[in-house]
DNA sequence: TATAATTCATTCCAAATCAGAATGAATCGG
DNA sequence: CCGATTCATTCTGATTTGGAATGAATTATA
């Protein structure tokens, strides 16, 4: 029995909760994981978990084990790292972030960054909700806006700006709005996963903050819709400026009040916390930090010209 | 490839400096070693030890690799020691200690300790010469009198009265020396592994240290030796209590000068510091200690009777 | 200097192990 | 009550493993 080999598969089934769970993620066939499990509990001479045809239950000596198991995976990796080929990132670096944030912004870098680190591959998992990194096995989560979860570590790497925009057709059929308040004669495209969709936050330059109720004969839930909406020239929208950033520099779509300043939110890194970090996964970070500095779209305020 | 037996091995290679001598150790055969460290090599990608024919060197990333090793066991033997029947002492225990305090104090007292502990196995290795305990792969040493190496520790478990003695037939034949200063008319058997095998060092009740100078037709260089020349009347001998225990309780051995001090010797238990520490060596270093205190040969000075 | 002994690498073979497919039983959700 | 999912078990084929044998190189010994 190779321990090692056990001891990461029951590390994942406890995470988990699942032998099935753990045999896709580590590509192989459930009847392994369990057969692993069962020549660990064996070999311990102790039961690590109840299984019930369906549920998986730590026992008290499971969780005892539990505990020094991460850091013996941490260990190793460390002494694994510390040598040789390894030192070059390698390996299955799994990546979970927001659906359109993925289809804009991470697939078109990705190539680049695949060709710079050969030996690593991707699993990109694109999804709105927030996912436990520790459940799912993923390895790094890029975040747009703060984060809550402490076990995390967030590490900003880039910044949204949130500005009005709209097709340039519709501002031809509709007139182009001067201020904020001028919004409430327009179609707004709202976006139901915000607490107030139909409330809109704006600051002059001057400072002063203001709230502009808004409505529409479109409410959406996803940002690929908003994106979609925009460009069809359904109305105006609220939206991060990288969402239509291509449609942006050719004038197809066009940003509203330029007196006022955009809403910034941050763009996060996001990784678990206490566990020594592969080399994948700080170099990811490092690319993709490198890569939004460098675009306007995306660079942090500070950086931008004004 | 089991990487944990592959690193156990790896680490045990470094510190014997031999893939036959760990072969030994672990019940195996030197192609399994060779090739268990080939896999890690392979599996890491990079070369651990250099190897001529004869003699094994570690290469820089080996050095490296080796300087995680020992956290790994560490962290594997603490996890599983926490967890089931693991928690009851078992396993292979590799005792060392001077040969004649092993025939005479250590193996009577294995059955009962080994009886009590019906999971650990004893290989007793006994040996005059201060082994090493890493290189050998000890666990524990008993050691009589102080200890120098502080990457061991040492625990004091008993002490070690070193009396002057002789045959009852010898006394009868030569007479009895009163004081040490007489002894210079007797036949001294000396010790040949002492610094001076000649000066007995002698501190009399009322405090006053002196050095007699003694002689004698018989020099040995073990204390088997100097028990079995006692025990047949050739002389006098200055030597522990406990080597001739039986003969001088059944009154064939009588010690001298009972109105000196007998020097006394501390006996530790001696382990490797920093180490996880298996229940099976702390066991039995708490069975000893208790079995001394009960051995009037052996106990401290300090709970004697006056 | 020659011989014996020890060391490590390699090869080969038998035995053990392991992974995966198939199957079955239990449970959950609808 | 049915379909889907979960875990355990069994079986089989493939892989891996461990040990004996062998050979080359080196050291110790005579």
Redo the contacts with the bound molecule.
């Keep these: 029995?190779?321990r090692l080999?056990s001891i990461k598969s029951f590390v994942r089934?406890v995470e988990t909760?699942?032998?099935?769970?753990?045999?896709r993620e580590l590509?192989?066939?459930?009847?392994?994981?369990?057969?692993?499990?069962?020549?660990l509990e064996d070999y311990l001479d102790v039961q690590l978990?109840t299984?019930?045809?369906?549920?998986?239950k730590l026992t008290e000596a499971g969780e005892q084990f539990y505990s020094h198991c991460q850091a013996i995976l941490d260990t190793v990796d460390a002494a694994e790292a510390s040598v040789g080929k390894r030192q070059q990132p390698s390996g299955l670096l799994r990546i979970n972030c927001p659906i359109t944030f993925g289809q804009r912004i991470i697939i078109p870098r990705l190539k680049a960054f695949l060709a710079q680190y050969p030996q690593i591959e991707v699993d990109l998992m694109l999804s709105d909700r927030i996912i436990n990194l520790v459940e799912d096995g993923v390895d790094l989560a890029i975040r747009i806006g703060n984060n809550s979860d402490q076990s995390l570590i967030a590490q900003p790497i880039g910044t949204t700006r949130v500005n009005t925009m709209a097709a340039a057709s519709y501002l031809e059929e509709h007139g182009e709005p001067q201020s904020p308040q001028e919004l409430a004669d327009h179609n707004c495209i709202t976006y139901t996963q915000l607490a107030k969709p139909n409330e809109w936050n704006y600051q002059s330059k001057s400072n002063d903050p203001c709230v502009v109720k808004v409505n529409g004969n479109l409410k959406v839930d996803s940002s690929v819709a908003i994106c979609q909406a925009v460009l069809s020239g359904l109305g105006i929208a609220l939206a991060p400026t990288w969402l239509c950033c291509d449609d942006i520099s050719q004038g197809d779509v066009k940003l509203l009040f330029p007196d006022y300043k955009p809403n910034l939110l941050p763009i996060y890194a996001v990784y678990r916390r206490g566990r020594f970090q592969p080399a994948k996964i700080t170099c990811f970070i490092e690319y993709l930090a490198a890569e939004f500095k460098l675009d306007p779209w995306l660079a942090d305020e500070s950086l931008l010209p004004r």
Tied chains: 1, 2.
């Design positions: 029995m190779d080999a089934t909760g699942s032998f099935s769970a753990v045999a590509q192989t066939t459930q009847p392994t994981i369990s057969k692993q499990i069962a020549a978990l299984r019930s045809t369906r549920k998986l």
